[in-house]
Structure formats: C-alpha cells, structure tokens
C-alpha cells in the first residue's frame, strides 16, 4: 500500500470537505429558501460537476490557473511559484468538483424543513441568525453530515480532475485513486487490489453511516 | 388593547383578498370555509406576509402602514401566534419550547416564568420531554403557553384545537379564558368548526372568499343564515332550494318538494306561501344512513338514494348521495366500515324535520 499517496488523499478530503462544509451552508440555505426567480441557473451551476466529464473540469480549471490567468500569477506574485500541479491546485480543483456532493445533501435537508418551525422562530422573537443556529441547523444536522461525508468520500476517489491539475507527483499530488492506476500500469496486480479493495470498503462504511444518517430522528408523530 | 386591520393582498390571479377588522380584547373567532382568506389575515397580522395595501396597528403601536412604508418584521411585533400544526421544535424539549422566546432575558427569569406558565397549562410534569413523546392535547397546551409566555400583545390562534376531542378542547379553552381574564389582549381564533363558533367566540367574523360576510355575536351571525354561501359557512353541507307545497299549521310543519325533482321533505313551518321557493339548509351530520329501507322511526323524512361517491376528510366519512337532488352525509369511518359501503348501492337517508333550516 503507498501510504504516502493514502495520507495525502486523506489530508486533501479533510481540508477539502471543511472548506465545502462552510461555503455549502450558506449556499444551500439561499437554494433552500429564496425566492429569486434566477435560482434554477445557480442550482444548475452547482450540479454542473455532476454530469461534466472530470478531464473538462480539470482542463478548465487548469486554464484557470495557469500562469496566463489571472488567478495564476496572482498566486505567483504571493508565492513565487506557479498553483498548477501542487496541492493547492488540488484543493482548488477538488472543492469545485466536490460542491454539489455537499449542497445537494443539505440544501435538500433544509428545504424539507417544515417552514411553520421558521415561522414559530420569528414570531418568538428570533433573528435570522438565531433561527437558523437552533432551529435550521439542529434539524438539518443529518443533511449536513451528508453532505460534509459525501463531499469527503467523493474527494478521496478522485480521478480524472487530480490527474488534469495535479499531474502524478508522489507525496504531492499522487492520491490514493492515481496510485491505484500506478500500480496497474506498472502490472502490480497484487499491490492495485490491496488498494482497491482497501477504497472499495471504505467507500461502502461511507455510504452506510451516510444512508444511517438520513433517517430522520425527530419525527413526531401525527395528532390522533 | 385591540387589533385593527385593514389587509388588502393578491394571492392569486382569482383570489383577491380585501379585509377589514377590528379585533377588542377577548375571543373573536374567524370562521370561513377553507380557502376564504383566514390562515392570510393571521399571517399579514403576525408579519410572515406582507399585504399589498393597508396598515395592521396593535394597541396604539402601528407595525405595519403601506403607505408610510413600515413594516415591523415578525420578530418585534410582540404576537403570539399558535399554529395549526403547532409547530413545535421537534428537537427541543417541552421547557426549551418554552423558554425559546424568552431567550433575551436573564436565566432566572427566563426558569420562572416557564415554570409559571407551565403551571398554569398543566404541562409541568413534561417539562423534560420532548414534543413527540407527549399526548396531541399536551401538545396544544404546549404550543399555547410557548405563545403566552412572552407577554404578546395579540393572541393569533390557526385552528390550535381541531384535532382534539371535545372534552380536551373545551378544557384547554377555559384555561386559555383564564389566562386572558388577567391579560386581556384580543385573541384572534381561526375555525372552520361551527361547533367551536358556539363554544368559544364573543364575536364572529365571518370571511367568505377574502371579504368579511358578516360580523357579530354568534348567534347573530350564524343561527340565521340569509344567504346560502352563509349557510353553507356555517356548517350547512346541504343548502337545496325547494317549493312550499303545503303548510300544515296545526303540526307546525310544511311540505317542500326539491327544486326540479319529486322528493318532498317536511320541515317546520316558517314563513313562505304554498308555490314560494324556499332554501331547506341541513348539516351533514344531522343526515342518516341506511343500507335497508328503516321502519319504525319518528323521523318524518325518509329518501331512497344511490350512493354516488365516498371520501375521507380528516376525521370522517363524506358520503355523497344522490336522491333525486344531491346529499352530503357525514359518517364515522367506522359507521362506514360497519355499513359495507359501496358506490351505486341504494341507501336510504333519514333527516328529522327540525334537522332542516329554512333561509329565505
């Protein structure tokens, strides 16, 4: 097993799926309640990593770091050196390609809010704010350990986004997934099948603490 | 204290709402049909909808004035507002509902005035619990001190205790009456239930189709019916218009034969000649239902029919029958079990004549 590659595709889903967490939030609250007619266009947005082929995002997004865009040599003058195929550019790369993984999850989980609840909240006399910590949130927690899960998971098995932006570098930007792909390559069967069934298990404890999660734990029961 | 309101809002392209109220200290009920404009003048009032036109003023205090352009958000308008799934927190316990509006007050405080109000609800055994492991009447309780326990100036009740038997829902009234025996501030009750009309209101304001029809006490406003739409507002299912045949003065009644068919029914004697067109309102629930043809009874009454549809509305069985002209019959559903109810079989419905209110 190459744990360096195992640990770096670990370190990339932590930060990856932290990042997600705080930007999804707000985000999918707004998908959630506002009324703006334009909503679908940014819903489509989110999802359009969905159906994209990862070699185009990656391509897109190399484009859109590379020493010729502006974001690039911005990060030069900053670092004195270029953001494409460093681990920063995988981060980058990742969060774009990761988000709907976590809005989708937790913007479904507070739009089946029941919106009395929001109503019961204002007319207590709570803020906005104060509404969504004790209410939106508290009741939305399985939604966003979806999400923050989904997001993590989806992260590690990274493939064709990683290659595009990170290149191949061990230590750097060789995830689990392109060590897998190493590893056939170079016809080690036995070395690719211990790694792939290693992700294969993790994948399924993921999907099971997700799906465990899901089911709502508060419901009440309907008046008799 | 008192509410005025004058809320004008477009909700859809048919529905025009235009209502004015004035709401004194004390129960006024607001009683329409489902789909007359209720639950949206609760709303305008607690500030979760903002009306197109009007002004909404509390006391002395206004909060909301379309021309002026304020709008005091939900949050500071001081309302109590019971909804009608109650909404309570499902992840907070019985005392954190409680103690939710009170947040801006110091710890000690905030512990006595739930202890308090859930003293005076009867709630105090729950406080540990939460709403899904108490009892739908617990419930109501819990709902209604979480709104008083704040002071509002205004009470907005969305049909809170339509799910409960009758027993419950009157002892929750007198508890709601006694906490407002000291505060008296005008509570605002939403019902479609003509029952509760009569059990709870000083004042009714009847809403029909986003206008106020009628205002008064209840008897004034809802024992004789004038119009049909009024009629079937208040709990008349069945409004038919028919034509004196006879008067039978010595017996107190007088024959009618439904409009366009040959069924004739005895109703008690109210004005109108032979040949006079007359509407007969009958509550669904004062219809009943046989499968056999009866014997035996006093009720004047007896119709043979053809059960033509049979649907489930909240806690009873809407028959539709067809006996020349068309019936809405109210059942239990487990009188409906019990009867092997079919559509298209013959029934036969049995109203007694004092069961029939004529409106002119």
Request: some cysteine; hydrophobic content about 50%; proline content about 5%.
């Amino acid at each position: 097993m190459d744990w360096t590659a195992v640990a770096l595709s670990l370190r990339l889903a932590v930060i990856v799926a932290g990042v997600l967490l705080v930007l999804a939030l707000p985000l999918a609250y707004w998908i959630a309640f506002s009324g703006w007619r334009g909503k679908f266009l940014v819903e489509a947005m989110v999802a359009l990593p969905l159906v994209l082929p990862p070699t185009v995002l990656g391509f897109y997004v190399l484009l859109g770091i590379g020493s010729r865009s502006p974001v690039g040599r911005l990060w030069e003058r900053w670092t004195g050196h270029g953001l494409a195929f460093t681990f920063e550019a995988l981060v980058l790369a990742s969060i774009v390609y990761s988000l709907p993984f976590a809005v989708q999850p937790i913007a479904a989980a507070f739009a089946q809010l029941d919106t009395s609840l929001l109503d019961a909240s204002a007319t207590l006399g709570a803020t906005r704010w104060r509404t969504f910590s004790r209410i939106v949130l508290p009741l939305s927690i399985p939604g966003v350990v979806a999400g923050g899960v989904l997001s993590f998971a989806h992260t590690i098995g990274e493939f064709g986004v990683v290659l595009m932006v990170g290149g191949n570098l061990p230590g750097v930007t060789r995830t689990i997934s392109l060590s897998v792909y190493d590893q056939v390559q170079s016809l080690q069967y036995d070395a690719a099948n211990e790694t792939a069934l290693a992700l294969l298990a993790f994948s399924f404890v993921v999907l099971a603490v997700v799906y465990a999660l899901m089911r709502r734990p508060w419901s009440v029961a309907p008046l008799s | 204290m008192s509410l005025s309101a004058a809320i004008r809002t477009r909700l859809s392209d048919t529905f025009d709402m235009d209502v004015t109220l004035s709401v004194p200290a004390g129960v006024t009920i607001l009683f329409g049909a489902s789909g007359s404009g209720k639950s949206t003048v609760l709303r305008a009032v607690a500030g979760l909808l903002r009306p197109d036109a009007g002004s909404i003023t509390i006391g002395t205090r206004v909060v909301f004035d379309r021309l002026s352009g304020l709008d005091v958000p939900a949050r500071e308008r001081r309302i109590g507002y019971v909804f009608q799934h109650l909404a309570l927190f499902p992840h907070l316990s019985v005392e954190d509902n409680l103690a939710f509006g009170l947040h801006d007050q110091p710890a000690a405080i905030r512990q006595r005035k739930v202890r308090e109000i859930a003293a005076s609800f009867s709630i105090d055994h729950l406080l540990g619990r939460r709403p899904a492991a108490i009892s739908g009447g617990e419930r109501q309780r819990t709902a209604l001190a979480r709104s008083l326990v704040t002071d509002p100036s205004v009470l907005l009740l969305d049909e809170p205790l339509s799910a409960l038997d009758h027993a419950t829902q009157s002892r929750i009234i007198d508890d709601l009456r006694r906490w407002n025996a000291a505060h008296e501030i005008p509570i605002l009750y939403v019902t479609h239930s003509h029952r509760e009309v009569f059990a709870l209101g000083d004042r009714v304001i009847v809403l029909d189709h986003g206008r106020v029809a009628a205002a008064g006490t209840p008897h004034d406003v809802l024992e004789m019916p004038e119009q049909a739409s009024l009629a079937q507002l208040a709990g008349f299912e069945n409004v038919i218009q028919a034509v004196v045949v006879a008067r039978k003065a010595e017996a107190g009644t007088m024959l009618c034969r439904l409009t366009g068919t040959s069924v004739e029914l005895e109703v008690p004697l109210a004005r109108g000649a032979a040949g006079s067109t007359i509407r007969i309102a009958i509550r669904a629930g004062d219809i009943l239902l046989a499968t056999e043809p009866p014997r035996g009874l006093s009720a004047r009454n007896i119709l043979r029919g053809r059960l033509v549809s049979l649907t489930r509305d909240g806690a009873a069985m809407v028959a539709g029958v067809d006996a020349g002209a068309r019936f809405v019959v109210h059942l239990t559903p487990s009188a409906a079990d019990g009867l092997g109810l079919t559509l298209g079989q013959d029934v036969w419905l049995v109203i007694k004549t004092y069961s029939c209110r004529i409106a002119a």
